[in-house]
């Protein structure tokens, strides 16, 4: 009998603590898009999640996320149709103390 195990990645073990999960903020793809991509993010446990997109000058243009999401791998698209080309940025806030954002190009 042939076992294989598919994914070991789920579980870091550190400290002598197992976490299932930890933050991660993905890159978006595709990217440059036209006129919409998938943003892909992990949370440890279920909560409150705001994130947001922002243009070069700083202006908030869209918010994607605000309000409880389920632990584990999630996904949103984003769909600029209304937006002009250019650089954005979307920023994740989770758990009162994750933060991260990263930068996206709409090319039309």
Do not use: C, H, W
């Amino acid at each position: 009998m042939n076992a294989r195990v598919s994914s070991v990645d789920l579980v870091n073990i550190s400290n002598n603590n197992i976490t299932l999960f930890d933050y991660k903020l993905e890159q978006n793809y595709p990217n440059p898009f036209n006129p919409s991509t998938v943003i892909n993010f992990t949370l440890p446990k279920a909560q409150n999640v705001q994130m947001d997109v922002f243009d070069i000058t700083g202006r908030n243009v869209a918010i994607l996320i605000s309000g409880k999401v389920e632990a584990g791998k999630n996904s949103i698209t984003f769909n600029a149709g209304n937006l002009p080309s250019g650089i954005y940025f979307y920023r994740m806030q989770a758990g009162g103390n994750f933060v991260e954002a990263k930068r996206m190009i709409l090319l039309k």
